[in-house]
């Protein structure tokens, strides 16, 4: 079992509507990063959040630290959002920015 | 200012030979971390480099190795090169240790 799970894998919306992708870890963390990919490769680090909840444009991300878990919502999708999301987290542990990422969630929306 | 930055953007190398992939950090940046990208997986650490100083490496093989230099901008170098070891690489800066990190386009390498 990845100590970083994301879900769902893949996710298809029509414009407009909202989005959820979630993720969920095992080990202790002392942050958590949503990043972007679009085809091709290039990531956009999205958000850092250690606690509560961020908020960048139609973007927000929430985290609970003692459930674990952390999601990003997107609001009134639109299809230049379609891209992988990852989630990555930074253990409290190790002493070293050792992020360990989950397998994405691959997000297509449709016009 | 400018954002993390790769060489090359793409590269095809064969079996057993070696390789050398750069980037340059943000302005203002002094921590390089180095990630593997297999196709259709998440990233992997490979090594973070803090103020040209190895600070944390993954579960790579001694042939994966790296440099920072007092510039801040760093090299990963991959000896031996194997079939699997065909990936994109990404880098990352950061202003410090357990700041945000902001990524650079990559270098995907193809090992034939």
């Known amino acids: 079992k990845n100590e970083v799970e994301q879900s769902p894998q893949n996710l298809t919306a029509q414009e407009g509507e909202f989005i959820t992708i979630n993720c969920s870890y095992s080990v202790g963390i002392s942050a958590l990063h949503w990043l972007q990919q679009h085809p091709g490769g290039g990531i956009v680090s999205l958000f850092m959040?250690?606690?509560g909840k961020k908020k960048h444009g139609r973007l927000i991300a929430t985290i609970n630290i003692q459930e674990k878990h952390s999601s990003l919502h997107i609001t009134a999708s639109h299809p230049r959002d379609s891209a992988v999301y990852i989630c990555a987290a930074l253990p409290s542990q190790g002493g070293s920015e050792k992020l360990v990422f989950g397998k994405g969630t691959k997000l297509t929306v449709n016009p | 200012e400018t954002g993390v930055t790769q060489s090359p953007t793409h590269l095809i190398k064969t079996r057993g030979q070696q390789v050398t992939l750069r980037c340059s950090s943000q302005?203002?940046?002094?921590?390089v971390s180095w990630y593997q990208q297999a196709l259709g997986q998440g990233p992997q650490f490979i090594f973070q480099y803090y103020r040209e100083e190895e600070n944390g490496r993954g579960n790579f093989p001694p042939r994966f190795s790296g440099l920072q230099f007092p510039n801040y901008s760093s090299e990963l170098n991959v000896n031996a090169l194997e079939l699997d070891d065909s990936a994109l690489y990404l880098c990352a800066s950061s202003s410090g240790l357990n700041h945000r990190q902001f990524f650079g386009p990559g270098t995907r390498l193809t090992v034939l």
């Open positions: 302005s203002g940046h002094n921590t």
């Open positions: 959040l250690s606690s």
